[in-house]
C-alpha cells in the first residue's frame, strides 16, 4: 500500500478492524518513510456471473432499483427497499463465494420481497421467472395462499 503523503510503498498495518458487518475491514497504517498515518479499507468484490456469460461487481443499487419497479405503486417506502437491498447483498455475501450467478441473486431477492409486497413479489417474480399465461399467476397466487394458510 502506498503512502498517500509521501508515495512509499512500504507501509505498516497498526490496527485492523471488521466493518459492515464483516464485507470490510479498515485498517490503520504507518509509513515505514515518513512516519505518517493513514487508514485503508479493502472489501471483498463480490461478482455476478451474467446468463450472457460477462460478469460485473455486485450493485445494491442495481438490486433496489430492480424492485423499485416491482413496487411502483405500492405502500413501500425507500427505508424498506433499502434494507431489503441490504438483506439481499448479506445473504449473498453469507454464502461465500466471490461469484454468484445472476440466477441465484434474483432467488435472493424472491424471499425478502415476498415479505415486503405480496403484489411486488408476484410482479417481480412475473419478470423474474418468466411467466408467459395466466396459470403461472394462478399457480403462484395459490402458493402464496397457501404459505398464508400455513402461517
Known sequence: MHCPFCRNPDSRVIDSRSTDDGAAIRRRR??????????TQETVLL?????????????REKITAGVRRACQGRPVTEDALAQLGQRVEEAIRATGN??????EVGLAILGPLRELDEVAY??????????????????????????????
Open 30 to 39: 504507518s509509513c515505514a518513510e515518513c512516519g505518517r498515518r493513514f487508514t
Open 47 to 59: 461478482m455476478v456471473a451474467k446468463r450472457s456469460g460477462v460478469t460485473e461487481p455486485f450493485s
Open 98 to 103: 466471490a461469484e454468484m450467478p445472476s440466477h
Open 122 to 151: 408476484l410482479r417481480f417474480a412475473s419478470v423474474y421467472r418468466g411467466f408467459e399465461s395466466i396459470d403461472d399467476f394462478e399457480k403462484e397466487i395459490e402458493s402464496l395462499r397457501a404459505a398464508e394458510r400455513g402461517r
